[in-house]
């Protein structure tokens, strides 16, 4: 059987930080109060001339690089986000365009905080298949464009960045286990109302801003993290010391300790960098990933734990050999 394995991880961060001191000078709120109550210290946000597309160009050509891959050798781009650049076409495909790939299948994939793991489930099963050998999987977001920066409640939770990583055709895994998930009963819950097909309130000059009822979405992740960590003690028939590391989806902080204890793993072996990056949606998972590697912390061989829950909801896991 064929199976995938991470051959590449690249990121992008813009180079623009906001700390929790500088938003208290822009709202009703206090760095003590954002700290205690999700982990983040501070965020990085996109310049105005960058964008979903050109952060991930920037993390899928460092991960490619880091493969040691060929361009042409890129059969397939997955890209998750809910942030794209344009109505149509993909931000895939306007990356592929940029990398100077030509032919490939190339397309996005929307499923808010989870979709970079939708993607990952997608193109681990491409290459299962044989319907790829090499593929770019990219979480790539710019949430500040769709913050309210007069809603406290939600504009201090986000930030903009991108992560990518190879996966390549290989006789060993590589992935070991893939699970997606959605239910829609919540829509209202987490949701930007506005869109295309909706149409935008005037008033508001055509903007459209991420809205979340915080309380009610916060025992959602943490309930839907024990259905993850259920799902994955039964893939490893209990053996949950056999996961190296665990690197969740960057939300908060409270909700990445509570689903790092009903898997049973103490938070030495997670990696955390709300703090650092904030809540950057599609695009959480690979920042986190890449900034481990590059630490050190995260080795080849090491067994790692990726798990996501996001809007719609949508939530889901993957467990591989790093
Ligand atoms: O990425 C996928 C999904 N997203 C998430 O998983 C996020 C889930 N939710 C959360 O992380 C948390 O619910 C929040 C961080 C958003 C909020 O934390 P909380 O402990 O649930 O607080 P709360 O919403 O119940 O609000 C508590 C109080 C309220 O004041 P009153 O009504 O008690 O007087 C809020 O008005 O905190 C107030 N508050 C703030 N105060 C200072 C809300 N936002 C702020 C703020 N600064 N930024």
């Not at 306007?94 to 990398?99: A, D, G, W």
């Not at 993607?119 to 044989?130: C, K």
């Not at 949430?143 to 290989?170: K, M, P, Q, Y």
Request: net charge negative.
């Amino acid at each position: 059987m064929t199976h995938a394995r991470i051959a590449g991880i690249g990121s992008y961060l813009p180079e623009k930080v906001l700390s929790n001191k500088d938003l208290e000078k822009m709202m009703d709120t206090s760095d003590e109060w954002i700290r205690e109550r999700t982990g983040i210290k501070r965020r990085h946000i996109a310049a105005d001339d960058e964008t979903t597309g050109s952060m991930a160009l920037e993390a899928a050509r460092r991960a490619i690089e880091d493969a040691g891959a060929s361009l042409d050798e890129i059969d397939l781009i997955v890209l998750g986000t809910a942030t794209p650049d344009k109505v149509f076409p993909s931000t895939a495909c306007i990356v592929q365009r940029q990398l100077g790939i030509k032919g490939c299948p190339a397309f996005d994939v929307h499923a808010a905080c989870s979709g970079f793991l939708y993607g990952f489930d997608l193109a681990n099963r491409y290459i299962q298949t044989g319907g790829a050998r090499k593929a770019v999987v990219i979480g790539s977001e710019t949430l500040s464009r769709i913050t309210n920066w007069e809603d406290r409640g939600t504009a201090v939770l986000f930030g903009d960045g991108a992560g990518a990583v190879v996966l390549e055709a290989s006789d060993e895994p590589g992935v070991m286990s893939t699970h997606i998930h959605a239910d829609g009963e919540y829509e209202e819950l987490l949701h930007v109302r506005q869109g295309v097909s909706i149409g935008y309130d005037i008033t508001r000059k055509g903007e459209a801003f991420i809205e979340m009822q915080g309380n009610a979405v916060f025992r959602r992740a943490v309930a839907t993290f024990d259905k993850i960590a259920r799902e994955t003690i039964e893939d490893l028939d209990g053996h949950i010391d056999d996961i190296d590391w665990f690197v969740p989806h960057q939300a908060n902080m409270r909700i990445i300790q509570a689903a790092a204890k009903k898997l049973g793993l103490p938070m030495e072996r997670v990696i955390a960098t709300v703090d650092e990056h904030a809540n950057t949606s599609g695009a959480s998972i690979p920042l986190a990933l890449d900034l481990a590697v590059k630490e050190g912390r995260i080795k080849r061989g090491d067994t790692l734990l990726f798990a996501a829950f996001g809007a719609g909801f949508t939530w889901g896991s993957a467990m591989l050999k790093y």
